[in-house]
């Protein structure tokens, strides 16, 4: 059966924002023949030009083709494409009709003025965040997500993550096996679960010193990583190292490692069905309990109500 999906696009959108999303469905036909039809679709039709001046053929939206998931695009216009009675019109309707809709980044505000998202778990760039929160305080928005399905709707960061929801959607169309084929056809991570943080501690932490001191670190978090044990990985003296660490990255080696597994764990939470107490131990926490504290003082919540909310949030699936 072929599923035809949508690419919602308007003057100045996003490129990546559509053409990832395109070349993953692509890909995904090549190993599932006629498992999809794509089209571009704009409110008038014809050449529509992106924020970077490449320009796409697209068919208008009165004459667009009946549609399985219709994702629409993000780009710095996304706020005006938001307030165009035609696309708003379209979008509703679609959504009556489609199997599911989705957003890339900015598109979310959309999906938003449609009020597709009310009462509905969202995320976005993080870029957004603030005010799409404050425009639409009716949606659940999870700021710190890479993709969030919510029911038939689902929506997601920005650009690379355009590319992990569509992961997501092709794993559940055609199976895990087309879906990781995929991913390495485009030579991504295969694949980031939805619930991964949109920021990565590596990158925050902002250490050229100790960067490769801390990748290790993350790949092996189930060793003690006590600071004499990185300070021998950094060729240092204990006390020389940790007055380095906090002086270039602005927290205390424990500390930075504390992030690492929190990352780590919330992901493993988010996407796989282990039991807490194994996460904990996969993740160098070693018991729930202190696994719980570091959830706490990270998120405000322990790990056990962040999956209940999961787990419990409409359409979510197993």
């Known amino acids: 059966m072929s599923r035809t999906i949508g690419f919602l696009v308007y003057p100045d959108f996003q490129i990546l924002d559509a053409t990832g999303p395109v070349a993953a469905f692509e890909i995904a036909a090549r190993y599932s023949p006629g498992a999809y039809s794509l089209v ?92 799409i929160q404050k425009r639409y305080p009716a949606i659940r928005l999870e700021p710190d997500r890479i993709f969030v399905q919510d029911g038939p709707i689902w929506s997601s960061a920005g650009i690379t993550a355009g590319i992990d929801l569509s992961l997501a959607l092709i794993g559940a169309d055609e199976g895990e096996a087309v879906a990781r084929r995929t991913a390495q056809q485009l030579v991504v991570y295969y694949r980031r679960p939805g619930g991964q943080s949109q920021f990565s501690a590596l990158i925050d932490l902002k250490t050229q010193r100790f960067d490769t001191l801390l990748a290790w670190a993350r790949e092996n978090l189930s060793e003690a990583l006590s600071v004499e044990q990185l300070a021998e990985k950094a060729a240092m003296s204990p006390r020389n190292f940790a007055r380095l660490f906090a002086a270039e990255t602005g927290v205390t080696p424990a500390k930075a490692v504390e992030r690492l597994r929190v990352e780590a764990a919330r992901a493993l939470l988010d996407s796989q069905p282990l039991q807490v107490e194994d996460v904990a131990l996969e993740t160098g926490f070693g018991d729930p309990e202190r696994m719980r504290r570091a959830f706490i003082r990270a998120f405000g919540q322990p790990p056990q109500a962040l999956r209940r909310g999961r787990s419990a949030a409409p359409g979510r699936s197993a």
């Open 40 to 131: 571009f679709l704009s409110r008038d039709g014809g050449m529509v030009t992106s924020s970077s001046g490449l320009a796409v053929a697209t068919t208008a939206l009165a004459a667009a083709p009946a549609l399985d998931t219709l994702l629409v695009a993000g780009g710095d216009s996304a706020w005006t494409a938001a307030r165009c009675p035609d696309i708003l019109a379209f979008v509703r309707d679609t959504a009556k009709t489609a199997r599911r809709v989705a957003s890339v980044c900015s598109g979310t505000y959309v999906l938003a003025e449609a009020g597709l998202l009310d009462g509905r778990r969202a995320t976005t760039h993080w870029s957004r965040t603030r005010d």
